[in-house]
């Protein structure tokens, strides 16, 4: 890849999924490179939902392809491990917010759904308002801070027995009309912990 069940007001991943979600989840695998491997996680007071629309956790790539439009990432990618694929959803089955939804399988099966968010679609108030709501179902997790270059980057992070969601802000300050504006790049990720942990341990024992 270039490398939440919380509804935040009425958002569709898809135009032919029409099912509300929440904002979850992981880094772009091309981006900051452990901000998913958070040392205090907050365990979950419930289950966390494994499904964003009609892509959920643990679906295999058969099942994947005939719930969305995709398109497969294939050619050099040092990123993928053996027996791992990773896929994107077609543009057209966005909404314009969000900017790209990525997902991996191993073994066949989805461990992890990363969803980027375009530029400017959460200011304050909304990003505030996301947190709440999954603090409020899923436990007072905390917000940790950790700077990207010039950058700060907020996350925030649950995890329950089966499932990971990670929640990542990334502020970012542009020129408008001759004024410095901050904008802010949010990503939403889901993981399966024991595919995850699989992945990682078999990245491991490459080296």
Excluded at 114 to 136: H, I, L, M, Q, S
Excluded at 184 to 204: F, K, S, T
Aim: charged residues 30%.
């Amino acid at each position: 890849m270039r490398r939440y069940h919380i509804t935040i007001g009425v958002l569709f991943l898809c135009g032919l999924i029409g099912l509300p979600w929440t904002v979850a989840s992981v880094t772009w695998a091309g981006g900051p490179a452990r901000l998913d491997q958070s040392d205090h996680p907050a365990p979950a007071t419930v289950p966390i939902d494994r499904a964003v629309g009609l892509i959920r956790l643990g679906m295999t790539v058969e099942e994947f392809k005939k719930a969305v439009q995709s398109s497969e990432q294939t050619g050099m990618n040092p990123g993928l491990i053996e027996d791992e694929r990773s896929f994107e959803v077609a543009r057209e089955s966005l909404v314009p917010e969000i900017r790209a939804v990525g997902c991996r399988f191993l073994h066949g099966r989805l461990y992890r759904i990363t969803v980027g968010y375009r530029e400017g679609a959460f200011d304050e108030p909304r990003w505030d308002a996301v947190v709440t709501k999954n603090r409020e179902r899923y436990g007072k997790a905390q917000i940790r801070k950790q700077a990207l270059g010039s950058r700060p980057v907020e996350f925030i992070q649950w995890d329950d027995p089966k499932t990971r969601l990670l929640l990542q802000r990334e502020h970012r300050m542009r020129f408008e009309s001759e004024q410095a504006v901050k904008r802010y790049g949010v990503v939403m990720i889901l993981m399966d912990q024991a595919l995850w942990n699989e992945r990682q341990e078999a990245e491991g024992s490459l080296f």
